[in-house]
């Protein structure tokens, strides 16, 4: 049973225009969560991150939006560009040194 | 800085021998992890050291694996009588654990495991 899901595996967003990727989670005990970026044959890099006692944490063209109620969060890119091509990982956590969950990913194409 | 660095990059063994994978942390960073990570899949958790003890080891899959840390940096993970399942991509990653519970990950690039 999987705890953290991103239902969708692929969006192709134009450049210029917003991308938001979606990850629900079924474990209420989680309270710290994290987005990764991959590009092929790297490890995932870190993105942004949000506690759950925010419902928003902004970093450049990056935001993270928690809404905890239904379990569900979502990272918004804008304006996407060709370089944020790549999967997003959604991971999420009990707290404090405990292993991460990830989702299965979604891949990102940014068409120019 | 040095980032985290795992060897080899690719391996390619035969079922039924033994392997191991070796993960350098970024320096300082006194919590690591390792993750195994199948085609079209996430990172699946397998072990967390704190330091040189196995805090967490839930993740390993059976008995067939082990992991180290014996100084507290460099970890290797052992698999033994390795099966065609067990390929994938193993990740390591470290991170300094805060106060405040922002322990940010930080993966190394894999290992690429092949087990014909």
């Known amino acids: 049973d999987q705890q953290v899901k991103q239902n969708s595996p692929s969006l192709s967003v134009q450049e210029g225009r917003i991308s938001i990727l979606n990850c629900d989670y079924t474990?209420?005990?989680?309270?710290?969560f994290l987005w990764y970026k991959k590009y092929p044959a790297e490890g995932p890099t870190f993105l942004i991150s949000?506690?759950?006692?925010?419902d928003k944490n902004e970093d450049g063209r990056f935001t993270v939006f928690l809404n905890k109620s239904a379990k569900h969060l979502s990272l918004h890119i804008v304006p996407s560009q060709p370089g944020d091509s790549a999967v997003y990982f959604c991971?999420?956590?009990?707290?404090?040194?405990?292993?991460?969950?990830f989702g299965p990913g979604t891949r990102l194409s940014v068409l120019p | 800085g040095a980032g985290v660095s795992q060897t080899p990059s690719n391996k390619v063994t035969e079922k039924g021998k033994y392997v191991e994978l070796r993960c350098d942390p970024i320096?300082?960073?006194?919590?690591l992890y390792w993750y195994r990570q199948s085609l079209g899949q996430g990172p699946e958790f397998l072990i967390y050291?704190?330091?040189?003890?196995?805090?967490?080891d839930s993740g390993l899959p059976n008995d067939r694996f082990f992991a180290v840390r014996p100084e507290g940096s460099v970890s290797t993970l052992k698999i033994q009588r390795t099966e065609r399942g067990d390929s994938a991509v193993y990740l390591c990653?470290?991170?300094?654990?805060?106060?405040?519970?922002?322990?940010?990950?930080?993966f190394g690039p894999g290992t690429r495991l092949t087990v014909l």
């Open positions: 990653a470290s991170s300094l654990p805060g106060h405040d519970s922002t322990d940010t990950q930080y």
């Open positions: 991971a999420a956590s009990e707290g404090y040194g405990q292993n991460f969950v």
């Open positions: 050291f704190q330091g040189t003890g196995a805090a967490d």
């Open positions: 474990n209420s005990m989680f309270d710290y």
């Open positions: 949000i506690s759950s006692i925010k």
């Open positions: 320096s300082g960073h006194t919590a």
